[in-house]
């Protein structure tokens, strides 16, 4: 996979709905404290690159599921990844949700139908295309906000 597609789906992740109107409401109401979110992630990535770079480069891994398989075994590894699919439905029902109510005002949409419409859509981008669909639209979300 290339690098810079790569690079754009890591920008990408780090923007959600919140970001353009939760994050904006906050900045209308209280100002630039909202920037403290932002900073904090910044500092937190910056020191997860020095902290982690290294050590993943002597492990010879790309992520840290890797790292714990060889570091703790099959089964560490086998717990974490499975700890992290409920929360991750979590996150995804959370991240739809707030697509829902911002798309139902924006188009004036029932909620519920934009959720399934947009679950559904992302679900068959992922299932039918694989990583390099998902990379690719990243990639085109990623130039689009590079206008705005």
Do not use: C, H
């Amino acid at each position: 996979m290339l690098w810079w597609m790569v690079g754009a789906t890591a920008f990408m992740t780090q923007f959600s709905a919140w970001t353009f109107t939760g994050a904006a409401g906050k900045a209308f109401n209280d100002g630039f404290a909202v920037l403290a979110v932002f900073v904090g992630n910044m500092v937190a990535y910056v020191f997860a690159y020095f902290y982690f770079a290294r050590r993943f480069r002597q492990m010879r891994v790309d992520t840290p599921t890797e790292g714990v398989k060889r570091r703790f075994g099959n089964t560490n590894e086998q717990f974490f990844t499975w700890v992290i699919i409920p929360l991750s439905v979590i996150n995804a029902g959370v991240w739809l949700n707030g697509l829902g109510v911002f798309a139902s005002a924006v188009f004036n949409a029932d909620i519920v139908t934009t959720i399934w419409v947009t679950g559904l859509a992302v679900l068959a981008i992922s299932l039918l295309s694989g990583a390099w669909g998902v990379v690719a639209s990243d990639f085109i979300q990623t130039l689009v906000v590079a206008v705005i």
